[in-house]
């Protein structure tokens, strides 16, 4: 059974720090890999998308990286903004493209101006 | 990008009233919709996986006669929570998937009290 887990549960920074994030998950087996920021009182919004071939994708001040193999990917978020702060969300999928999401518990992020 | 909207935003209901949520895909066809909860401090949970035309799979340890499942059409997916329980308060929140990603509604937040 996958198991998705992302740690720190919480973190703080000040405004302009690099940070990173950090999701693991037990089954390598996977179609891709995404990384979510989940506002309160919004929906989940999508901001990378990492296929099982892939390393890494860059969008922005945001780097995510996939290690399949060892079950690990990272999310870099280069000088942290006070927008920034929302709980953010690593998720494997399985089964093909229509497969469902595995969600880890989310890493609470908290940018101090 | 694609919309979908989840309608209600947030609802207080009575224990034992039954409460209706809706997902609508407003700009594409959504072959599969996904349903899911999160309960406080814990990872977002698949709950069923709906695909137009047919009967919802519910994941373990889900009730499917608790939690009704329409998906009648390629753009709207409804999940009636039944005969609600305060136990039963949580985010729920619906995904419409289509080619290797899915996309989320705002989520809804259920109290029951």
């Known amino acids: 059974k996958q198991e998705v887990t992302q740690i720190p549960a919480a973190l703080s920074v000040p405004e302009g720090e690099n940070l990173v994030l950090n999701c693991s998950f037990t089954d390598s087996a996977i179609y891709n890999l995404q990384w979510f920021r989940q506002d309160p009182g919004k929906g989940l919004t999508s901001l990378l998308l990492i296929q099982s071939s892939q390393r890494e994708q860059t969008s922005g001040r945001l780097n995510a990286s996939l290690d399949k193999s060892s079950g690990r990917s990272t999310l870099y978020i280069a000088a942290s903004q006070p927008g920034d702060s929302a709980t953010y969300l690593c998720?494997?999928?399985?089964?093909?493209?229509?497969?469902?999401?595995?969600f880890g518990k989310g890493t609470k992020l908290s940018v101090k101006p | 990008g694609a919309v979908v909207s989840q309608h209600p935003s947030w609802v207080i209901c009575k224990s034992g009233t039954s409460v209706k949520i809706e997902c609508r895909s407003l700009d594409f066809q959504a072959t599969t919709m996904f349903w899911y909860r999160q309960f406080p401090k814990q990872s977002l949970m698949l709950m069923a996986t709906s695909n137009e035309g047919s009967k919802a799979t519910y994941e373990q340890g889900v009730e499917k006669d608790k939690f009704l499942i329409n998906h009648a059409s390629l753009t709207l997916s409804t999940l009636t929570v039944t005969s609600a329980h305060p136990e039963d308060s949580s985010f729920y929140i619906c995904s419409a998937s289509t080619s290797n990603t899915g996309f989320f509604g705002s989520g809804t937040q259920l109290s029951v009290l």
């Open positions: 998720a494997v999928r399985h089964g093909g493209s229509q497969g469902n999401l595995i």
